[in-house]
């Protein structure tokens, strides 16, 4: 095969690239959502100038094959509250910045059969750059791919790697059909998710599962808002979030891509769930419900059975309920048979840097410290 060339994407040729990218996402392995052109645009818009971000688009090719592409940005910033830092980020996370959203999967796009050379290409041209000193992907499966990408090429003397916020993501195999996946469920969860539909229908009354119309997005987010302000006694989305979403969800819908569910008992919305689908796979990316409308039954798991049900009959092969625990119990463990280890792995580089942080580890994480040696 030929040599990997690189180029810079300039801010105006990432937002004109859309179909190139597609084009790429769709043979790659990345995350069809959250490493979509769709949402890394939509997420700068909102949050690149407010948070003064640089781009730093780095795409691939093999001669004049676009093969790869690293959706990076710069940002200085102080860690700490004491530590000037200059970093370099995987678009789409700020890493330990509450403002803006998370997403999750990252990586960098790459066909298949280039991906390991794009990673280790990619951290070929950071080392190369003397101007930063911290290197963060965050929220991302190959944690350990990075580490070793870095490992191979960067002295251990002045750099060093950390691996942190782990956390866990559960998926649902609907390959099969919505009736083999409850088959293959615990019988207490497959109760909860089937079992006790007409029971709550026979106490409250009719039990409606609606997919909200464009024109309803609106109204869909406020009863989201709503129930989850009962729940967790703040709403789901507020404020500039809020305006993301609802931005992001009519673009969604345009493309046949939104699916925002309520579930009505006598009439009465009880629970929301705000999914997004991409081909094949459906992500819950919020769910709401009143906690107070019967104790004995879970409103959130019959509607997630519901949702599930109407996504296969869309062509949905994979429901993903993405990392983040229950109130009172991981119930995403319940509901998945696959999981993905999700982490964020930290770079830093200097003569000081890598010797606070390993002091730092050695006091509070000893054993979840990632590094070189």
Known sequence: MSALTVRRWSLKEWLESEAAWDRLLQRSDADPLFMSWQWLTHWWRY?????????EILSFYRGEDLVGIAPL?????????????????????????????????????????????????CVRLLLAQPTWTEFVIGCTAASAEWREAFSQRASSDGHYARELDRSMSYQADLAEGFGSYLKVLGQSTRRSLWGLRRRLAQEHGEVRCELLAPEQIDDGFRDLNRLHQLRWDKPAFGGERLEYHKRFAAELAARGELAITRLRVAGNVVSVLYDIRKGWRQY??????????????????????????????????????????G???????NLGQTQRELSCVQIVRGWWLPPIYRWRDRLRRPLEAGHFE
């Open 47 to 55: 949050y690149g100038e407010a948070l003064d971000l640089a781009p």
């Open 73 to 121: 940005y710069r940002r200085e910033l102080t860690r700490a509250g004491i530590v000037r830092t200059y970093s370099v980020q995987a678009m789409g996370v700020a890493w330990r910045d509450p403002y803006p959203l998370i997403s999750e999967y990252q990586d960098v796009i790459a066909l298949p059969e280039d991906l390991h050379a794009v990673r280790e290409e």
């Open 284 to 325: 819950n990316l919020k769910l709401g419900f009143d906690p107070a409308f019967t104790p004995r039954l879970s409103l959130g798991l019959i509607h997630f059975g519901y949702a599930m049900e109407v996504a296969v009959e869309r062509g949905v092969t994979l429901y993903d309920f993405l990392a983040g625990p």
């Open 327 to 333: 109130q009172r119990y991981d119930f995403k463990r």
